[in-house]
């Protein structure tokens, strides 16, 4: 959102209460208060729009099928309004429809979703797919880290109280991404107009999860206990979500670096009291 207005753009967003309405109206955004399994209450706003992009989900057992609905009238949406003047769609996946990638993988990678994003794929072809003269576009990003929000962010607040579960043995390799970073590439791929298809986004850094850790660790007041859940486990404990974060994942975005697009941020490691900071006010801004 931000990055958009900075690039001096009109933004409309859709939110889910009355008070993120009111906050982003104070920064320049046109707020539509509703849901996504609501399109009835943004699709007249939507109509309006030379791009529409899709970054929501909606967390409950009808997820998937909300989105798929978002998706399809988004399309239609996009494809009524691309018959008059150019509009493009961009939509938010991500690298978990990978699985674990042996060898590093870009975006001509063979698919082998983990069991959570099973259902991903599928959306992901209707997008590329597209309708008409829409231009559309999927995202696929890593696990995104910034603000107080996240995987990281989880891992943060759980360093602060004091106890960190890790899935399996650590070893395994996270693709992430600097949430600015991110938000640089949907305006890039909102105004390259020959941007179409997939995009991955990720900062190629590699690291392993117990690395991350032992960097956040040592960023705290006190040392937190670090205790590595087996699998098992873990999948007792927090489902199919417990395989998605052991993934073992080496994902590179040529395409996205093709647009000129470079992360500015690298490493978790190597950036633990910037990110530590902004955690903090993230959660003051709550």
């Given amino acids: 959102m931000h990055a958009f207005l900075r690039g001096g753009h009109e933004v409309v967003a859709l939110v889910r209460s009355a008070d993120k309405a009111d906050r982003i109206a104070r920064h320049g955004v046109q707020p539509i208060v509703g849901e996504l399994a609501r399109p009835d209450l943004f699709k007249d706003a939507a109509a309006g729009c030379d791009c529409l992009v899709h970054t929501a989900f909606e967390s409950s057992r009808q997820g998937a ?3 798929l609905q978002a998706v399809h009238t988004f399309l239609e949406i996009g494809a009524r309004r691309a018959s008059l003047a150019p509009t493009s769609f961009i939509y938010t996946s991500g690298v978990w429809v990978l699985g674990d990638t042996p060898a590093p993988a870009d975006e001509g990678a063979r698919l082998s979703p983990t069991p959570l994003v099973a259902w991903r794929p599928a959306v ?12 559309t576009v999927v995202v696929r990003p890593g696990i995104v880290y910034g603000s107080a929000r996240g995987i990281v962010g989880d891992l943060l607040r ?23 970073d991110l938000a640089d590439l949907y305006v890039r791929l909102a105004v390259h107009a020959d941007a ?26 006190s040392q937190p206990d670090v ?3 087996p699998i098992e486990e873990a999948r ?8 998605a974060l052991a993934l073992d994942q080496r994902v590179r975005s040529p395409r996205a670096r093709a647009l000129g697009w470079a992360p500015t941020l690298s490493s978790i490691s ?10 903090r006010s993230g959660r003051e801004a709550a």
């Fill in 65 to 67: 099928e909300v989105d």
């Fill in 124 to 135: 992901e072809s209707r997008v590329v797919a597209g309708l008409g003269a829409l231009r």
């Fill in 158 to 180: 759980d360093a602060g109280n004091g106890l960190v579960r890790v899935v399996g043995s650590g070893q395994n390799h996270w693709p992430c991404v600097y949430e600015r």
């Fill in 196 to 221: 179409a298809g997939i995009f991955h986004a990720t900062d190629e850094a590699d690291e392993r999860v117990d690395d991350i850790v032992e960097a956040l660790a040592r960023h705290m007041k």
């Fill in 227 to 229: 205790r590595h859940m």
């Fill in 236 to 243: 007792a404990k927090m489902g199919p979500y417990a395989d």
């Fill in 270 to 279: 190597r950036n633990v009291p910037r990110l530590l900071e902004e955690f």
